[in-house]
């Protein structure tokens, strides 16, 4: 049991052959991967996957990035997809302050208003955090979204503000950068946080982990992710791979 917990099978480098990629995912003993749309398009094509596969699932929100060309019906739209079965999380949201496109308070004010929705649909949320620490905590608790937590997704930060998610009822996701021999940071994280707490995912097509860094990146390789969490651990990949899944089972709600 291997569960990817955020992955763009809808995004464009998969057109060519995302039934060899989920295939290879299936062969490889990935049991669960939830599809994360982010804009118009990419939500569209995760409904789509979701009604292909049975293991595959959907996350629906709007990306940071993006947030200046979001516009009410979005929301609302997304407010409907919310009770579709396989739809199990709000997301993903929050802030970037990376890329210039949207301007920050832009960003706040969407990523506001996807907290809001998401306690309304009674839905956990994906947090897409880069350059914005500060920031994303602040918010997180003035929303509070504690009341429905989620995932802090791709997390590379510290031991510290991995422990102030968990306290707001988040879990941590760890990725491709956990397996980078120059990640001290995840490295750390995995180490110290508790499995409990814990979440795998690949975010293909991008950062893929080691062997296969800067390549594009599956759902199959998650299994590198979990390998390495185990390696720290001192524990068997078995028990990485089936207590993460437990844990993004019990937080979205699969049986
Ligand atoms: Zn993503």
Not at 34 to 53: H, K, P, S
Not at 91 to 97: I, K, P, R, T
Not at 195 to 203: F, K, V, Y
Not at 204 to 214: I, K, N, Q, T, V
Request: charged share 25%; hydrophobic share 40%.
């Amino acid at each position: 049991m291997l569960f990817d917990t955020h992955a763009h099978l809808n995004a464009t480098q998969f057109d060519e052959d995302v039934v060899d990629v989920i295939n290879r995912a299936k062969m490889e003993g990935v049991s669960h991967i939830v599809v994360v749309g982010f804009d118009r398009q990419t939500i569209t094509r995760a409904m789509e996957l979701t009604e292909m596969y049975d293991f595959i699932y959907a996350a629906v929100g709007w990306h940071p990035v993006d947030a200046i060309d979001m516009v009410d019906e979005d929301l609302s739209w997304i407010e409907e997809l919310a009770s579709h079965p396989k739809v199990v999380a709000i997301g993903e949201m929050g802030l970037d302050y990376y890329w210039d496109k949207s301007p920050k308070d832009v960003q706040k004010e969407v990523f506001r208003k996807q907290i809001k929705l998401a306690k309304k649909v009674n839905l956990p949320i994906i947090i897409h955090n880069r350059e914005a620490t500060a920031d994303v905590l602040q918010i997180l608790e003035e929303e509070n979204a504690e009341q429905v937590g989620g995932i802090m997704h791709c997390f590379t930060g510290s031991v510290e503000v991995a422990k102030k998610c968990m306290d707001m009822n988040f879990y941590i996701s760890l990725g491709g950068p956990v397996t980078f021999k120059n990640a001290k940071k995840p490295k750390e994280v995995a180490k110290d946080i508790p499995l409990e707490n814990l979440l795998i995912e690949t975010d293909c097509p991008y950062l893929a982990p080691h062997p296969y860094r800067g390549k594009r990146n599956e759902p199959s390789y998650v299994k590198y992710v979990a390998e390495s969490i185990a390696h720290l651990k001192g524990i068997t990949v078995e028990e990485v791979s089936e207590k993460t899944a437990l844990n993004a089972k019990k937080l979205f709600g699969i049986k």
